[in-house]
């Protein structure tokens, strides 16, 4: 089974960055789009940033467009998030997934690739 695995996640202040990455040990997503979605306590998984296979198309929901990025490295085999100016509503576990498609897709049962998640807590 493919695994992806998260890193990055962490408690930080309202107002400041974070950044995470995810790599696949052992196998190349670099034709495949990328995402990072999120679940917040007592809520549904959320997609929140994606990227295409050759990380020339972003798309970010409203909720964090302007202060996320989502960024590639198809040589490293990684995917990494920048999140600025973080907001205690981004507080939630953030999940790094792939699907079997070039194209970005904002719907979860697109993906067939999913990390086990990593916790990010931004503080009031």
């Known amino acids: 089974q493919v695994q992806l695995v998260e890193s990055g996640g962490g408690l930080v202040q309202a107002g400041g960055s974070l950044r995470l990455s995810c790599v696949a040990p052992g196998r190349t997503f670099s034709s495949n789009a990328m995402a990072w979605f999120r679940q917040a306590p007592g809520k549904e998984r959320e997609f929140v940033v994606g990227?295409?296979?050759?990380?020339?198309?972003?798309l970010a929901a409203d909720s964090v467009k302007g202060r996320f990025t989502i960024s590639r490295d198809n040589a490293k085999n990684t995917v990494d998030l920048q999140m600025n100016s973080l907001k205690p509503e981004d507080t939630a576990v953030y999940y790094c997934a792939a699907r079997a498609n070039y194209n970005i897709n904002v719907y979860e049962r697109e993906y067939n690739y999913w990390g086990q998640g990593t916790q990010v807590t931004v503080s009031s």
């Open positions: 990227i295409d296979g050759s990380g020339t198309s972003t």
